[in-house]
């Protein structure tokens, strides 16, 4: 059963930085036949659900929207003992971020169509306003 759980959401002034976290279950990250891409999305009020970046395992393929790249670094917790946490490191904030962010897990994807991504975390809440 794959599990995802985000937090670190919040509210920050513009220029600030944040970091959201995914802790997932069900599914491998280094090794192994159950190994699936780890994704962030947002969806801001009205608008829809837009993917941010994406990456397959610890230093292999990575993938970033044009709108946050130079900005934004996914990463995973390498640490022998860690948890699976898959991280959002996000600087540089601007209004425009301010959206619902999600962490989601799929095998054929395509970070641009959010429904080739198979499960999905409840979100977290990101604003940044002054």
């Known amino acids: 059963q794959v599990e995802l759980v985000e937090s670190g959401g919040g509210s920050v002034q513009p220029g600030g930085s944040l970091r959201l976290s995914c802790v997932t279950s069900?599914?491998?990250?280094?090794?192994?036949?159950?190994?699936?891409?780890t994704g962030w999305f947002r969806q801001a009020p009205g608008k829809e659900r837009e993917g941010v970046a994406d990456?397959?395992?610890?230093?292999?393929?990575?993938?970033?929207?044009d709108a946050v790249k130079g900005r934004f670094t996914i990463s995973r917790d390498n640490a022998k003992n860690a948890k699976n946490v898959v991280y959002l490191q996000m600087s540089s904030l601007e209004p425009e971020d301010t959206a619902m962010y999600y962490c989601?897990?799929?095998?054929?994807?395509?970070?641009?169509?959010?429904?080739?991504?198979?499960?999905w975390g409840q979100g977290t809440q990101v604003t940044v306003s002054s």
């Open positions: 989601a897990a799929g095998r054929t994807v395509n970070l641009l169509d959010p429904t080739t991504y198979t499960y």
């Open positions: 990456s397959w395992t610890a230093g292999g393929t990575v993938h970033y929207a």
């Open positions: 069900g599914y491998d990250h280094n090794y192994g036949g159950n190994m699936y891409y």
